[in-house]
């Protein structure tokens, strides 16, 4: 799934063995892995780049821990419900 923010195309990927979803903000090299909050798996780059960010039982995850975790990283905040996120890959 591909969905515009703003001027940017992110893409959405869920994991429904895991229970996760991943959002890709830009390509490119990941270096780093880290856990920046309870339930939020950042990829950087070599630079500290936000690459990507694995939500971790989304369910669980409040939208702000979300926004406040990318705009950490110098990315505008992102207006969608980590709760939500299942129900957008759920196969008719």
Do not use: C, H
């Not at 490119?28 to 892995?33: D, F, L």
């Not at 409040?62 to 759920?90: H, Q």
């Amino acid at each position: 799934m591909t969905f515009e923010e703003g001027q940017k195309k992110v893409r959405v990927t869920w994991d429904d063995q895991a229970q996760a979803a991943y959002i890709r903000f830009f390509d490119g090299r990941v270096s780093k892995t880290e856990e920046v909050a309870p339930g939020l798996i950042a990829d950087l780059s070599k630079a500290g780049r936000l690459l990507g960010l694995e939500i971790l039982d989304p369910a669980r995850i409040k939208p702000e821990r979300v926004r406040r975790v990318v705009r950490r990283f110098g990315i505008a905040a992102i207006s969608f419900n980590p709760a939500r996120l299942p129900d957008l890959f759920v196969k008719a």
